[in-house]
């Protein structure tokens, strides 16, 4: 049996990862990292759009601070998320914002005096103020009153992650890639590292740590359209699902982004809308505002989706072999502003549909659709980071259900997420190896080691006709069909039904390339595939059973969010042996909410199933704020009284600002 030993752990080489190791690496810990993609290859790459922060920096984000961020997030999520994280989250995120700038990542700045942006369709001149010149500036995205959302041109993500990761190798992370994590290793409720396989020369290493990170990103490969990474395949979720003591909560909660190129699905940024491209359909018009006349383009993702399939379901689509699309329009901003600042967009049309965007009319139209996009859901942890029910088992990023995202993020909130996570996860994970004195039981690493060895050898030596490749297109089929955009009762137990089929017929896939010691990806699908049908089982379960309709999780059949029966988290867990998710729920306590559930703004309106509670609770907050604002307390005392939350003083520091709102 290899071995390797280190302190702590870390599975994923994104941003979260990336990030905890150096949070971790700084407590002059060893730290081991695991990716089965050279790290700055990791999905966080792809971030075009943002990072959400407070700052307050431009003209547009003036008087921005965290309450603001927090009630968007809180209303984005459809209340659905954990306020307390949410807090947690907005206070630390410009911290983030400005530590990831003293590493060097070259956010845009403000240059001051005039500067031409489209608001509402219209080229309007916003003049940005002296002591602002030079500062990190912010666009519009993510639907947020306030421009907040900090960017370095369209290569966002390309910029952090090689921030990031060059910091992480001046702590000595040690980094080894193409190293898939295949399994926990645990005992008594306690995690104990992970067994691994070398994606070269095919090699298992049990890698023992006093705590063990999973930032393994999203699941969006279960679908068939997704802007996601080929390498987003859930696999973390499934090994924690698998330890049987974690669970994957609200995993039925997966968003869908507006505008991927057709028919690529890659992801063309919310950026586009939030700069003032607008959406056009068969006949060119700007479709938007009759249905949102306060938000237009820029409502959440998952309404600014349904109404785009909604206005497709009116025959308004534009048809094409790939099916009907709309039309995302930029070329109103002008090609000066396209060529600056979407210049990455622009790439992407003109290699993948051979369109120049900056060109005037139809002509430079982009052809989108929506498509999965981001995984709310994932492995429970509580607000420090670690599983409730594995000791030393802590997740952040995509991979977690923290939860700060509830049923709908907000764009620019995810990398943003990453990064803080990284902080302060990072931060209680770090403490979590350095108490940690346990002697390893090896006996334990060694059976978990044979487990895998054993699973491996026996998918090698089964025959059998069950092709991996059949299996996982029909999942992806099934998941795009029935457990996407609309969802009916009907059609959600149709694809629970075929996927537990799929999962039993998953036992017996046989592959062709029968070699271990070397690369091999078609075993690599042969235990990937039944993991990924786990995962798409607890999503499209947990889409079943949750019988109302919230954030980006829309059933027909129930079209009302059901505050009354579904303040609730679901949360899916897998029994040894059993070929469906067992599923429980967590409820959200609306009498410690500082933002008890009331519209969001846009969407449908008198479309929600009161609870009671909301409304008592509304009345004790604002006679707090009245009695507490009339002695003089400031909004952060206010804050304190309404819902305390846990947060390292660090992070917990008040955010300065130019101007008077710090
Ligand atoms: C096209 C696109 C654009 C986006 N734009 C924005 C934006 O503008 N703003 C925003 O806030 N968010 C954006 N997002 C979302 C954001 O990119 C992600 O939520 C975020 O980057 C996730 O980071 P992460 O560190 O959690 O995971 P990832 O960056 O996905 O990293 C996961 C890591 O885990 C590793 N891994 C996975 N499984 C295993 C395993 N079993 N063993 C070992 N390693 C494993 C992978 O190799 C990888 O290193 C965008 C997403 C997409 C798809």
């Known amino acids: 049996m290899r071995v390797e030993f280190t302190d702590a752990l870390i599975i994923g080489g994104g941003l979260a990862g990336l990030r905890s190791a150096v949070e971790v690496a700084k407590s002059g810990q060893k730290v081991t990292l695991l990716s089965i993609c050279p790290v700055k290859r990791s999905h966080s790459a792809a971030v075009q759009g943002g990072m959400q922060a407070s700052l307050g920096n431009s003209i547009k984000g003036e008087g921005d601070n965290e309450d603001l961020h927090f009630a968007d997030t809180v209303k984005g999520s459809d209340w659905g998320c954990d306020q307390e994280v949410a807090r947690m989250f907005v206070q630390t995120v410009p911290k983030a914002v400005r ?66 990761a060059n910091e992480a190798i001046k702590h000595n992370v040690k980094i080894i890639d193409r190293m898939e994590a295949l399994r926990i290793i645990h005992k008594d409720g306690i995690c104990l590292g992970v067994i691994a396989r070398s994606l070269i020369d095919g090699s298992l290493t049990a890698f023992v740590a006093k705590g063990t990170m999973l930032a393994t990103g999203g699941y969006g490969r279960v679908y068939k359209q997704t802007t996601n990474a080929v390498i987003c395949e859930g696999t973390g979720a499934a090994m924690a699902l698998e330890t049987g003591l974690c669970s994957l909560s609200n995993m039925e909660a997966v968003q869908f982004h507006p505008t991927p190129i057709v028919p690529s699905g890659i992801l063309l940024t919310e950026g586009c809308r939030g700069d003032g491209g607008v959406l056009r359909d068969v006949d060119g018009y700007r479709f938007m505002p009759d249905y949102e006349p306060e938000k237009k383009e820029l409502a959440s993702r998952d309404v600014v989706s349904r109404r785009m399939m909604e206005h497709i379901r009116k025959g308004k689509g534009v048809k094409s072999m790939y099916g009907d699309h709309l039309w995302l329009d930029i070329s109103i901003l ?33 052809p989108v659709i929506p498509m999965q996009h981001y995984s709310m859901g994932g492995i429970r942890t509580k607000p420090n980071g670690e599983t409730p029910k594995m000791k030393g088992l802590f997740v952040a990023g995509e991979a977690a259900c923290w939860d700060l995202h509830g049923f709908n993020r907000l764009g620019g909130n995810s990398c943003a997420e990453t990064v803080v996570a990284g902080m302060v996860v990072g931060d209680y994970f770090s403490n979590y190896c350095k108490d940690y004195t346990n002697e390893v039981d090896m006996e334990v690493v060694e059976k978990f080691y044979n487990q895998e060895r054993d699973y491996i050898n026996e998918i090698v030596n089964r025959k059998g006709n069950c092709n991996v490749y059949k299996i996982k297109n029909e999942m992806k089929d099934i998941m795009w069909e029935h457990v996407s955009i609309f969802r009916t009762g009907e059609n959600l137990q149709k694809a629970v039904d075929r996927l537990e089929e799929l999962y039993k017929e998953s036992k017996n ?33 947990g889409a079943l059973m949750r019988t109302e309709s919230r954030g980006a999780h829309y059933r027909e059949d129930y079209p009302k969010r059901d505050d009354a029966n579904w303040m609730k988290r679901t949360m899916t867990y897998w029994d040894d042996g059993a070929t469906l998710p067992r599923v429980e729920y967590e409820d959200l306590d609306i009498m410690k909410m500082e933002m008890p559930p009331a519209f969001r703004g846009y969407g449908a309106k008198g479309n929600i199933i009161e609870n009671p509670l909301s409304e008592k609770r509304q009345a004790e907050v604002d006679s707090i704020r009245e009695k507490m604002e009339a002695e003089g307390k400031n909004r952060v005392e206010i804050q304190e009284a309404l819902m305390p939350y846990e947060l390292q003083p660090r992070f917990k520091a008040a955010n300065e600002r130019i101007g008077a709102n710090q």
């Open 99 to 164: 530590e990831l700038a003293s590493w060097g990542v070259p956010w845009t700045r403000i240059a001051k005096g005039p500067r031409n942006v489209v608001i509402n369709a219209q080229r309007v001149t916003i003049e940005e103020k002296e002591e602002s010149h030079g500062l990190i500036n912010a666009r519009d995205f993510g639907g947020t009153k306030k421009w907040r959302t900090c960017y370095i041109a369209d290569a966002t993500g390309h910029c952090m992650i090689f921030g990031v």
């Open 334 to 366: 002008g090609r000066a502003h396209v060529e600056k600042n979407l210049r990455d967009v622009r790439d992407i049309c003109m290699t993948f549909n051979g369109i120049d965007p900056a060109d005037e009319g139809p002509k430079g139209w982009a």
């Open 509 to 541: 896939i046989t592959i062709e390339n029968k070699e271990i010691n070397c690369s091999n990806p078609e075993l690599e699908d042969a235990y990937r595939v039944p993991r990924m049908l786990k995962v798409a089982l607890c999503i499209a379960r």
